[in-house]
Nanobody, 128 residues
């Protein structure tokens, strides 16, 4: 049984920082690309960053480039997202996602239909 568990969300002021973590069990973590998505009440879930199974290749959407950094520790079965210089528009529920296909890379980021497993989400709230 695959389990995907996020942690690290919270409330922070504009300009602050947070680190999200996602621990995966029940599969060979190093075989799967991983991603972070986010969703607000009035928008559909959207990808913000994707990392290849090896960690060698990364995709980020333009709105987070230079502020968010995705990384992974395959020995610890853990995915990370460092969020810096946070803005109010970064307020959302953040979801960790496991690619449903081993060792795949999709240029431009994973699609919703690519995801095999989701975490439960962790809320990030940025206030001024």
């Amino acid at each position: 049984q695959v389990q995907v568990v996020e942690s690290g969300g919270g409330s922070v002021q504009v300009g602050g920082s947070l680190t999200l973590s996602c621990t995966v069990s029940g599969l060979t973590f190093g075989d799967y690309g991983m991603a972070w998505f986010r969703q607000t009440a009035d928008k559909k879930r959207e990808i913000i960053s994707h990392i290849s199974h090896s960690g060698m290749t990364v995709y980020e959407v333009e709105s987070v480039k230079g502020r968010f950094t995705i990384s992974r520790d395959n020995a610890a079965n853990t995915l990370y997202l460092n969020l810096n210089r946070l803005k109010s528009e970064d307020t959302a529920m953040y979801y960790c996602a496991v690619d449903g296909t081993a060792r795949r890379w999709r240029t431009g980021g994973l699609w919703l239909s690519d995801i095999g497993y989701w975490g439960q989400g962790t809320q990030v709230t940025v206030s001024s």
